[in-house]
């Protein structure tokens, strides 16, 4: 029998609402005792200070890539696991943009088997919508769904056509999926590189303007809106697109309409791409100061309800083309919590327990994970626990973390509050 009990610490789960000091029993995966004095600890039991610190629900991701199958030089389940539990995550959800995708029953049960094997923490699959993420013929979904796919996505790529959106978001209202839109319409985007505005002209970059994004927006919440079927914005980066979804939840669609925002769309503008280059190169592109503070202030009031990482690896070899050709994307599992912390906690704009909302419960309700207790932090629930040190200040070192990539452009930066230990099923994972 595997005990651990967690003295004194602050217990924040949003789902039951509880904030207060408590002591935590997990055995046996489970979490077994939540109560001010946990007595009768067997002479076995692991025992935690955890005066000063907050021990919360295990952290969830619903948007990463692993890249496993066909890109493992980038990253592998078992790499991108281990960067997740080094950022307190014990829960992601892998995208299916691999190669081959993830377009098939067969190829969901091979990342369940995989993650199974090699995983350091939940892996669930997200389905392609359409084969081979072409846009076109849809994939089955009743039988990805089957095989455990918590959502489905062409993400990488937008679902352009209409008629075929239309299908998916039945297909998607028929199997109890939400569907996760990646918002870029690629007849505005030919050749982009980066927000389109004043630093894209001084670089010489193709710029991509915002309407690529709300756009898309605008017409999928229309269908969703019509054929009742739950529907997702990822990374979501201009101000425009907050409004969007701002004005659809307060017409009714709160259970239906969500959006995601990114550590990268909390904190760096355009203007990081002229002084980074590749580094800062993103898909959703880095806008403006304007779109930054629109983007915090959807967090601070509800209009996004999910923070989501977009974790997406890439060679250090593949950054250092120039920039028009190098990769999007940055990874952020092992730095968003901090990040996170940085751009809404230390504002003032929300508090801890607003934060793990976002990090744990949202997501879970997103992808269906509550149902498997995830999410939460309740006597008979998993023992998915993440210890939160909210004081401890950290300067991100890219050179001293898991995974395989390490392309960020947050090398240095000086944050406070970090996962300091992450339990999965009621054995530690990582610690600091």
């Not at 199997?175 to 927000?195: F, I, L, S, W, Y």
């Not at 309409?257 to 909390?266: G, K, N, R, V």
């Not at 940085?342 to 149902?371: F, Y």
């Amino acid at each position: 029998m595997s005990e651990i009990v967690i003295r004194g610490g602050r217990v924040i789960d949003p789902a039951s609402g509880l904030d207060a000091t408590r002591d935590v029993r997990l055995r046996d995966g489970v979490v077994a005792e939540i109560r001010e004095n946990v007595a009768n600890v067997g002479a076995d039991a692991e025992q935690i200070d955890a005066e000063g610190l907050i021990v919360a629900p295990g952290l969830i991701d619903p948007h990463v890539h692993l890249r496993e199958p066909g890109q493992e030089h980038k990253e592998t389940i078992a790499t991108g696991t281990m960067a997740a539990v080094e950022g307190g995550f014990t829960t992601v959800c892998c995208m299916p943009n691999t190669s081959p995708a993830l377009d098939s029953a067969e190829r969901i049960a091979w990342i369940n088997q995989r993650a199974e094997e090699t995983g350091a923490c939940r892996v669930f699959a997200v389905g392609a919508c359409t084969i081979e993420r072409q846009g076109d013929e849809l994939t089955d979904f009743e039988a990805m769904a089957r095989a455990g796919a918590v959502a489905f996505s062409d993400d990488g790529d937008v679902v352009e056509d209409d008629a075929v959106m239309a299908d998916v978001l039945k297909r998607c209202r028929e199997v109890e999926r939400v569907m996760m839109q990646h918002c870029q319409d690629p007849k505005q985007t030919v050749g982009a590189t980066m927000n389109d505005g004043e630093v894209s002209e001084r670089m010489g970059e193709v710029g991509w303007p915002r309407v690529a994004e709300e756009s898309i927006i605008e017409r999928d919440v229309a269908l969703a809106r019509e054929i009742g079927a739950r529907y997702h914005v990822q990374h979501l980066s201009s101000g425009g697109s907050v409004e969007i979804i701002r004005k659809a939840r307060s017409e009714g669609l709160a259970d239906t309409i969500s959006a995601e925002a990114s550590p990268h769309h909390l904190h760096l503008t355009d203007e990081a791409c002229e002084e980074l280059g590749s580094a800062a190169k993103m898909n959703p592109p880095l806008r403006t100061a304007a779109d930054v503070e629109a983007v915090r202030l959807g967090v601070a009031d509800g209009t996004i309800s999910i923070l989501a990482t977009d974790h997406a690896p890439h060679t250090a070899d593949e950054k250092a083309l120039p920039f028009a050709e190098a990769p999007f994307g940055i990874i952020g599992l092992q730095t968003a919590l901090p990040l996170y912390a940085l751009a809404l906690i230390e504002t003032g704009l929300i508090g801890w327990p607003r934060l793990i909302e976002l990090m744990t419960v949202n997501p879970a309700r997103l992808c269906g994970l509550d149902s498997l207790g995830l999410g939460r932090l309740t006597e008979g629930g998993p023992a998915d626990v993440t210890l939160i040190d909210p004081s401890l200040d950290w300067i991100i070192d890219l050179g001293d973390m898991a995974g395989k990539s390490h392309n960020s452009p947050f090398d240095g930066w000086e944050t406070t509050g970090r996962a300091i230990r992450t339990i999965v099923g009621g054995e530690t994972r990582w610690s600091l």
